[in-house]
């Protein structure tokens, strides 16, 4: 295709094709900052030591898999014999 001229119709497809996707991106990114469950992490005497906006991100924090956090606040048990996760902002 070097050296070849498009038509009007095809470079007004393809600047409308590029329009899309700038407005896609920008779509993405704001849903990529809203969704995600907040994680809120909790020592052993049940202070507030952090919080996360999503899984993954408490996951990347304590270098695990985010199923693995999951699991720890469905079962209810100490993660890593010293914090307490929950997805609620009071413990139980």
Do not use: P
């Amino acid at each position: 295709m070097y050296g070849k001229t498009s038509s009007i119709e095809i470079l007004a497809k393809l600047s409308k094709i590029q329009k899309d996707k700038v407005v896609y991106s920008k779509t993405k990114a704001k849903i990529n900052t809203t969704k995600g469950t907040t994680i809120y992490i909790y020592s052993v005497e049940g202070k507030l030591e952090n919080n996360f906006s999503s899984v993954r991100k408490a996951g990347k924090y304590f270098n695990c898999c985010h199923n693995r956090i999951l699991r720890f606040i469905n079962i209810d048990r100490l993660f890593k014999n010293q914090w307490l996760l929950s997805s609620s902002k009071e413990i139980t």
